[in-house]
């Protein structure tokens, strides 16, 4: 063993071969990150819940005018006024929208602002723009759109 | 002849099995080989099937279609004529005008119908068309329809909704290649 | 260990070799380790579902420096975005109906030249500033017939080139629903008896206001069948006749299946006939009268007010797959 202690060349060769290692295991781990870049590229396209938040929108907006024909109609019949009927259908459409995105993990808030009409009286040609806040949060994404403005004017 | 012991043999062998050792475990970890196409062909079916809702859901009502393909029912319309009576269990379906869109936009696809909707402060979800059990990449597309007294009556659905009511539907569709 | 007699020692010379022969070896096997995990094919994938679902979702801009708006078929030298899908309320600058597209938005998108269509939708590499673009194809497919384009106004919509077989391609498809034209629907028990002598009561009376620049189609269904032989005689417009095929055709819908029909050619008050007239006849700011007369059918209605084929004109929509392919 005295000649072993004494040999002081370094063993190049075997430590050329854990040179040569660590470099490839250094160039596994760089073609990994592409592969995971590709990965999550196609999970960002499948994560993002674009569809959900067009149709919440899209949906609403609709709805504004709906809701706006379904209190002329109960008008005729009640002796509320049209902007009460307006603001109660909106409450239940707003805890129904609400409850159907509860049961996938979504917190949605859809909520009326305000009912504007251009020359002050709420008659059945009168009612031009509502005015409604629309949140959504998927735990991943967040989207808000306050105020939204729908006009619903014939 | 030189007749100290040397390493160079021993050397040479240990780096030679140390660069294979790397190599071997580095292909047998399953990292580098994950396939990528899978991933794109799950965007393709979702796009799909959430295409197909969005196109049933903005057919116009009027029957302005044209005559090189099988008339498209709107989606509301085809919500408020199902009878809330019969839920669909394998294979009777029970929406058929759903069905019959559908299974032209949607070719070679194998899919599930669900509706969701409140009622009385509670959650009701009910089939209305089953081709099978989902697979294991199925993707989900959701459309909302709104329904009163009025499209109801249009349709001869069986809602029983009262004159002043809104009820909110969720059109689910479960999609998954066979 | 230095031997001063100018000879390699033996298990010197084996342990390099033993070295070597491993070196060798993983310098060729690594190599096709790195093929499979390439990231450059993926670029492919991204470019077409952003393209398509441009195409598909959005309805386009134009802009300059006074003004702006999504029409942007009517402005083609300021186009900054290219989108097919149909705006119905121009004022509010988006659209309600994504998947919906516009006629006239792809007749416009047919007219485009290539170089507009590379730049404007983004189907290059950009690789240091240098512009390499991509081969696309971008058509419409009818869905009953799969493969075969779509038809407007006589042209197949694809533009692009034809798929290699020989390298990478990245396709998406999208469904779609697409305004193929205009048409009016009349119930046959609203259409007047037409005043203008000889006074029939199988003869009919339309007001149709132009200028119109598509063709005029008509749909008449609903029929008061008088007798045995219930078929259409001719047209008469502002008072000159109509001939078939040259000026119209016309064919009728029973059950759903296009059948022909001729002047003289029998239907059934099952049926629905269909007229449709060349775009031609009515270029001018007039309101025309298209009189029809039929043999052994009855209308019922008098005269006044006369029913206006603009008022009762709705969209056309057929359902289609927009599909974009890509390869380098």
Not at chain 3, 106 to 118: G, P, T, V
């Amino acid at each position: 063993m005295e000649s072993l202690r004494k040999d002081t060349k370094g063993q190049w060769i075997a430590l050329s071969g854990l040179v040569l290692s660590l470099i490839i295991i250094g160039l596994a781990a760089l073609a990994n990150q592409a592969a995971m870049a590709g990965y999550h590229s196609s999970n960002a396209a499948l994560e993002f819940p674009k569809e959900n938040i067009r149709e919440l929108n899209l949906h609403t907006r609709d709805n504004a005018k709906i809701i706006k024909d379904l209190s002329f109609e109960i008008n005729k019949t009640s002796n509320e006024s049209i902007p009460d009927i307006y603001t109660q259908l909106f409450k239940n459409y707003s805890s129904q929208i609400e409850k159907l995105h509860a049961i996938h993990g979504e917190t949605v808030d859809v909520s009326l602002v305000s009912i504007n009409s251009t020359n002050g009286t709420y008659g059945i040609n009168d009612i031009d723009i509502i005015f409604v806040n629309i949140t959504y949060n998927d735990g991943r994404t967040h989207y808000e759109s306050k105020p939204e403005v729908i006009e619903v004017g014939a | 002849m030189n007749d100290k012991a040397q390493l160079h043999t021993l050397e040479g062998l240990a780096a030679a099995v140390l660069m294979t050792m790397t190599v071997l475990m580095i292909t047998n970890s399953t990292m580098m080989v994950t396939p990528q196409n899978e991933m794109a062909i799950d965007v393709q079916l979702k796009q799909m099937a959430s295409d197909a809702l969005t196109v049933i859901d903005i057919v116009p009502k009027s029957s302005a279609q044209s005559n090189n393909a099988p008339i498209l029912h709107n989606l509301t319309a085809c919500v408020a004529s199902w009878d809330v009576t019969e839920e669909a269990t394998y294979p009777v379906n029970t929406l058929d005008n759903l069905e019959d869109g559908l299974s032209y936009l949607l070719p070679n696809v194998l899919y599930n119908v669900d509706l969701a909707y409140v009622e009385n402060g509670n959650i009701t979800q009910k089939k209305v068309i089953i081709k099978g059990s989902p697979g294991k990449s199925a993707v989900v597309a959701r459309h909302f329809v709104t329904l009163t007294n009025q499209t109801v009556s249009d349709m001869n659905g069986t809602w029983n909704l009262d004159d002043d009511e809104l009820r909110v539907v969720e059109v689910r569709l479960t999609a998954w290649k066979v | 260990m230095i031997d001063e007699k100018g000879q390699i020692a033996v298990d010197f010379l084996l342990g390099i070799s033993l070295f070597l022969i491993a070196l060798i070896f993983i310098v060729q096997f690594i190599p096709s380790l790195f093929l499979s995990g390439s990231a450059g094919e993926s670029s492919l994938d991204y470019t077409a579902y952003r393209t398509a679902a441009i195409l598909a979702e959005d309805t386009g801009w134009w802009g300059n420096s006074t003004s702006s708006g999504t029409a942007w078929e009517a402005h083609p030298d300021n186009v900054m975005r290219i989108g097919l899908a149909v705006d119905h309320e121009p004022e509010s600058k988006l659209t309600n109906t994504p998947n919906l597209l516009s006629k006239d938005k792809i007749e416009r998108f047919m007219m485009l030249n290539e170089s507009d269509i590379i730049e404007k939708l983004g189907l290059y590499n950009n690789v240091d500033g240098a512009h390499f673009s991509y081969g696309y194809n971008i058509s419409i497919l009818q869905i009953s017939q799969n493969n075969t384009p779509l038809i407007l106004n006589n042209t197949p919509i694809t533009l692009g080139e034809a798929t290699p077989h020989d390298r990478e391609t990245s396709k998406i498809t999208r469904i779609v629903l697409v305004e193929t034209g205009t048409i009016a629907y009349f119930d046959a028990e609203e259409l007047p008896i037409d005043p203008n002598p000889p006074v029939k009561k199988s003869k009919t009376i339309l007001n149709v206001t132009g200028p119109l620049s598509d063709d005029v189609k008509l749909y008449i269904d609903n029929f008061d069948i008088t007798g045995t032989d219930p078929s259409f005689n001719k047209l008469v417009l502002d008072g000159t006749n109509l001939s078939e095929n040259i000026d119209y055709t016309t064919y009728k819908i029973v059950n759903g299946t296009v059948l022909p029909l001729n002047s003289t050619g029998n239907f059934d008050n099952n049926s629905t006939v269909v007229f449709s007239l060349k775009s031609g006849l009515f270029n001018n700011f007039h309101t025309y009268q298209l009189e029809i007369e039929f043999k052994d059918v009855q209308f019922t209605n008098t005269a006044s007010p006369f029913m206006d084929y603009t008022q009762e004109l709705e969209v056309l929509c057929e359902p289609a797959y927009l599909t974009v392919e890509v390869w380098n």
